[in-house]
């Protein structure tokens, strides 16, 4: 038996991957060595905190194995089966995608094709007829990265780029920068050695909107969760603020606040006029560091525009939460060194994406700063990032523009795009179904405040529309908003040509003309640090979340699966096609380029090559006496900033607004979109305009809030794992079909005649979604919970926009962004309606669909794949899939 350990990283976190022959056996924690160096220890309160010797991963990276060898792989290239190559790119019969079959092709005649249909549709039109676009993450790895391997093909082909919208921090990107600069980490605080001040100072968090145990397992793992044990084992207290009672919340939580969605703004200005009446928040910090504070003071008491003080019971009726809690809750913050935040980093949270995110991000800010925003103990810190680390060693993340092989001086020449024509993600069918499309912004606006104003048109002046369209990854229909729109694109003959390029059968795979299989990051070579998303616009430093520094040569486990092949391999015969390949590759393999990652790195200074590739890992110590870069602490003490991740404003001991200071009425608002009434200078609590007092709300009584799924990464993970399945708080079989879970609360359960386990139908003007109910207590009143952005896109009728039995949620949010001039995107501002349902039990047929796209075993090459699956137990899992599917009759409970 060869038996062989390599080590990779996936979305959660770090892993040892054992190899027996060349099949994955098992998936675990990599364990440091004796060779490796100490962790750093934290003094606090008479004790001392070092971290494991292992660097953990969340359970969603436990499953890589079964991704690798999921029912669900794209094994073979394929094409459409009703798919007619004309040469005018008319008549392909593109209102079947979505239904059609497809039939098994060799590489070379799909790889022909592709390069046939480029070159055919750039001479017609110009380079801008192709677009194409990758989801927001991404297998882990430098090399084979979407910012890397990807960018650098469609770079040097030309093609209208797709801007990412900023989904993960919308209202903080928009919001927060008016408050307190920072736009270069997109609204996102800095948290530096925050963990060390949190447990020597901290006495409440406050978790708005965050349910950290379920989401810090993406790109971190689980090594924080330790970190809120101690904070618990010292007594600090918990609040949590949440229409959900989440996973974090009922394992910690002091107190739960369940607030109605959409409605934390109302809280947060009730919670500054107690302070104001009072006299309980940090007057001098005000006076020195706040501008225009009275104007807001006088808002909040009443004394603006709208003549309503702010008081407990005007929130009372907005959140549903006791005006008497209220005051205790400001009480409480005020008298005691609190810290907290928004969201998995402290400036994201399911809050953010609402159609009143910016101004919660604005308030909530606002509030912290109130209370003395960086001095100890008082901070926004989310309980998840700010460990210590060494600044000094640099390896670079995947967002770092010297990180990427697109880029120089990992390149030897630099991949540049001819093209400015861009589109919008959110709006790209709307932009291919209309013909033509205006938005605001740069997607992420980490380069400044007023990219966020910049006008785009499509198409550009001068320029084509799109005419193709080469999607990398298939989620969207799962992740993007209104995503029924989306089946309406894909349907429209003004797509003449579709390529989807991915791992798994996702839901868009079956929209594409041809399917092109890729392998996962266990399949191929890279190289990567764990959870460094690097500084090109994001959050510097993110490695701050994880107790160890590690950077990870991601060894090949196994060969590719079946004939998938690397993303590099196939954008090298593509580029190779189009006579570009020699420029693409500059004549590395992949392996090459891992090394050139190594070389132009710190690394090379740490450990060999040789060293490195075969321990598989390198560890960078923190020096015993580390440098320690409080946040915001030189502004809160006024001297220079010494955050390693400073701009030159901040070394005048100012931040990056127009005043330098936290500004309460927002001068750059007052600048550049005076009449926003989405966002305004002052930021106020607004009704949603898809909220309780819509005249929607008459007919969809219900909020629905979908926050990121705890049992899977996205649709990366629950779609090609079934055993996710079997969590009962995930989803439950019924005549076959793995139905997703909605919580309903007991009252309203009971007004709709709904009882739990019952299908319910989750449903508004947008479509319909079978679920199963569970009836709790965890739910705020008004409030439907789903796990969003996650599902299995599965309509009962392939390829229409019909009730949908795969808990694919996406289809019922609101395509409408939070604001005319604020383009982000809203998925907790949903309303809709339930019914128990009891129409006829879908035929789980439909799943057959994509079983048998996937998974025709017709040519008897593929019988070695087959064996080494079926000798290691993975048949039974596959045959237990079938026969699920396959089930009818009895419900399977
Ligand atoms: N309702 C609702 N919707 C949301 C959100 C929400 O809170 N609620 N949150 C939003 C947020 S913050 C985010 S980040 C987005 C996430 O949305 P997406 O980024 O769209 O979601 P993923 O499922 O991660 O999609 C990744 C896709 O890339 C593919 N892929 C992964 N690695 C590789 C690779 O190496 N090669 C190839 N070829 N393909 C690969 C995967 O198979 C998958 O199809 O969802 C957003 N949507
Ligand atoms: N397991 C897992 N982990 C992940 C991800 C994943 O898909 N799965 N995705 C990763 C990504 S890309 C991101 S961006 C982060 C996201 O991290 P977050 O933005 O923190 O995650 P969410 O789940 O959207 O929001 C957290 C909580 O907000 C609550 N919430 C929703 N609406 C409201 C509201 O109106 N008011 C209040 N007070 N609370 C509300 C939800 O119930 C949820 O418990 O997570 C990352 N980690
Ligand atoms: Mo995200």
Redesign the pocket.
């Known amino acids: 038996m060869a038996e062989k350990i390599t080590h990779s990283v996936c979305v959660g976190g770090p892993i040892a991957i054992h190899t027996v022959d060349g099949v994955i056996r098992r998936i675990r924690p990599i364990v440091l060595d004796d060779n490796d160096p100490k962790g750093w220890v934290i003094k606090a309160r008479g004790k001392e905190f070092t971290p494991d010797r292992k660097v953990k991963p969340a359970f969603?990276a436990l499953t890589e194995k079964n991704r690798a060898y999921s029912y669900d792989r794209i094994r073979y290239p394929m094409i459409r089966e009703d798919f007619v190559e004309t040469p005018d790119g008319k008549n392909r019969n593109a209102e079947n995608r979505g239904k059609s079959g497809y039939r098994r092709a060799t590489w070379d005649e799909a790889l022909d094709l592709v390069a046939r249909e480029i070159k055919r549709l750039q001479a017609t039109y110009g380079k801008e007829t192709v677009t194409a676009c990758t989801g927001?993450?991404h297998s882990w790895g430098l090399v084979g990265y979407k910012l890397s391997t990807f960018a650098r093909f469609f770079r040097m082909l030309g093609y209208t780029e797709i801007k990412d919208n900023p989904d993960?921090w919308e209202g903080f990107t928009w919001g927060a920068p008016h408050t307190y600069g920072y736009y270069w980490r997109l609204g996102g605080t800095e948290a530096f050695d925050l963990l060390e001040d949190g447990l020597q100072n901290v006495e409440t968090m406050i978790m708005?909107?965050?349910?950290p145990d379920?989401?810090r397992?993406?790109y971190a793992g689980s090594e924080s969760t330790l970190w809120r044990h101690w904070l618990n084992d010292l007594g600090v207290q918990f609040i949590y603020?949440?229409?959900?009672n989440?996973f974090s919340s009922v394992k910690q939580a002091d107190k739960w606040f369940g607030?109605r969605?959409?409605t934390?703004a109302a809280l947060c200005e009730a919670i500054a006029y107690v302070w104001i009446t009072e006299g309980s928040y940090d007057k001098d910090y005000i006076a020195k560091h706040a501008h225009r504070f009275d104007e807001w003071a006088d808002y909040i008491l009443g004394k603006g525009v709208d003549k309503t003080a702010k008081t407990p019971k005007y929130a009372e009726a907005e959140t549903g939460i006791p005006a008497a809690d209220i005051k205790a809750l400001a009480r409480r913050w005020a008298s005691t060194k609190t810290m907290g935040g928004s969201?998995?980093r402290g400036g994201?949270?399911?809050?953010c994406?609402?159609a009143n995110g910016t101004e919660f991000a604005r308030l909530m800010i606002q509030l912290f700063v109130m209370q003395g925003m960086g001095k100890p103990g008082q901070n926004i810190w989310a309980g998840t990032t700010g460990a210590p680390m060494d600044y000094n060693f640099w390896f670079g993340g995947y967002s770092d523009p010297l990180s990427q092989i697109a880029n120089q001086p990992i390149a030897d020449k630099t991949a540049v795009n001819c093209v400015i024509q861009k589109l919008y993600r959110p709006n790209v069918p709307d932009a291919i179904l209309d013909g033509h499309y205006e938005w605001y912004g740069e997607g992420f606006c980490g380069g400044g405040i007023d990219l966020e104003f910049t006008e785009h048109i499509y198409p550009e002046p001068g320029y084509n529309k799109v005419h193709m369209f080469w999607r990398y990854g298939g989620c969207f229909m799962g992740t993007m908003l209104d995503t029924n729109k989306w089946v309406k694109m894909y349907k429209s003959p003004e797509l003449e040509f579709v390529v989807n390029q991915d791992i798994h059968f996702h839901g868009e795979a079956r929209f594409a003309d041809v399917i092109l299989p890729a392998c996962t990051n266990l399949e191929r070579y890279d190289i990567g640090e764990l959870c460094n998303s690097g500084n090109g616009g994001y959050q510097s430093h993110s490695q701050t979340g994880n107790s160890w520094q590690i950077v990870i040569f991601q060894d090949k486990a196994i060969e590719p699966l079946w004939e998938s092949r690397s993303d590099y391999w196939i954008f090298a015969q593509v580029a190779e096609r189009l006579g570009f390949g020699q420029e693409f590759s500059e004549g590395r393999t992949e392996l090459d380029w891992c090394k050139r990652f190594w070389e132009k790195s710190d690394l090379c200074e740490k450990i060999s090559w040789e060293d490195f590739t075969k321990k598989g890992y390198y560890v960078a110590g923190v020096p015993e006496e580390w440098e320690r870069h409080f946040g915001f602490r030189w502004f809160a003490e006024g001297y220079p900033c010494d955050t390693p991740n400073h701009k030159p404003c901040q070394e005048e001991g100012k931040l990056g607004t127009f005043t330098g200071k936290f500004e309460f009425v927002s001068e750059s608002l007052l600048y550049w979109a005076p009449n926003d009434e989405a966002r305004t200078p002052i930021a106020t609590y607004k009704h949603s305009w898809e909220g309780h007092h819509s005249i929607k709300a008459r007919k969809y009584p219900f909020h629905l809030?979908t926050?990121?799924?705890?049992f899977?990464?996205?649709t990366q993970h629950n779609e090609s794992t079934p055993w996710f399945w079997e969590i009962p708080e995930n989803r439950v079989y019924i005549n076959g079909n793995p139905y997703l879970v909605a919580r309903i609360h007991p009252k309203k359960a009971a007004e709709k005649g709904i009882k739990d386990g019952d299908m319910m139908l989750l449903f508004n003007e947008r479509g319909s979604v079978l679920c199963v109910a569970r009836v709790t207590y965890r739910v705020e009143e008004n409030t439907i919970?789903a796990y969003g952005?996650s599902g299995i896109y599965n309509p009962v009728d392939p390829g229409e926009t019909s009730m949908d039995i795969g808990g694919c949620v996406n289809i019922l949010s609101p395509g409408r962004l939070i604001g005319d001039m604020v383009p982000g995107m809203a998925p907790?501002s949903t309303l809709l309606d339930v019914c128990k349902y009891e129409g006829p039990i879908p035929d789980s047929q439909c799943f057959e669909y994509k079983l048998d796209a996937v998974a025709k075993d017709a040519d008897p090459d593929a019988e070695s794949c087959k064996e080494i699956i079926e000798g290691h137990g993975f048949e039974k899992i596959q045959a237990k899939v079938r026969a699920s599917y396959l089930k009818k009759g009895a419900a399977a409970r």
């Open positions: 969603i927001s993450h993960s708005w909107s965050h349910d379920t989401t397992g993406g603020i949440d229409p959900y989440n607030p969605p959409g934390d969201g998995m994201f949270g399911g809050v994406r609402t809030i926050p990121h799924p705890r899977d990464y996205h919970h952005s907790n």
